[in-house]
């Protein structure tokens, strides 16, 4: 179980998701602007990424169709 973060400086933005970001927003523990600066400086690897396929199986089968 993490730590509550009760200082801004104890929370570390690199472990910081979108899950998790708007508690710590309303806390106080994170600053608006502090996480907006964070998104700016992130690398954009979307060329970088993978894709998935996927197969859906009708309705009431479970598991895969293959």
Known sequence: ???KPEKKDEVSLR?????????YLKRGAID???????????EDLSASAG???TEFASGGELGPTR
């Open 32 to 42: 608006d602007k502090e996480y907006a600066r964070y998104l700016k400086q992130l």
């Open 51 to 53: 894709s998935v396929e």
């Open 1 to 3: 179980m993490a730590d």
């Open 15 to 23: 472990y910081v998701d979108r899950r998790t970001i708007e508690r």
